[in-house]
């Protein structure tokens, strides 16, 4: 019997879009584990996001036990919309990423390009 497939995560802003994983099939595999996006301002990020209020690396996806977590390495923190709406600002923290919301590197949601993530369940 075939294992599921593991859920994906889809970032967008503007005309960017990138998926994690990115695209692999990693079912049953120890990369499955160790599979992230880097978010930030510098060229080395899987998610380039400029902003005076980004860090160069400012924040890490990462996929662990099941679950999308968004882990804050920055100076000035992440707005984190989730779909109930809630707003949160992690700063040097982890908050679970589920369902479909909004990002903000840096400064409050009401920036005119937040970063929209959505979440495709196991197929």
Known sequence: MEAPAMP?????VA???VELPAGQDLIDSADAANCALQLG????NDLIYESPQTS?????I???NNDFYLVDCSTNGTYVQ???EAVTRVHRNRIRLWGSGWLSLGQPLSVA???HFRQLDRS
Do not use: C, G, N, Q
Not at 56 to 60: G, I, L, P, S, T
């Open 113 to 115: 390009e937040p970063i």
């Open 56 to 60: 160069r690396f400012h924040a890490r």
């Open 62 to 64: 990462e996929y662990k």
């Open 82 to 84: 989730t779909e109930d």
């Open 15 to 17: 005309e960017t879009k």
């Open 41 to 44: 301002k510098s060229a080395d």
């Open 8 to 12: 994906r995560l889809v970032l967008e």
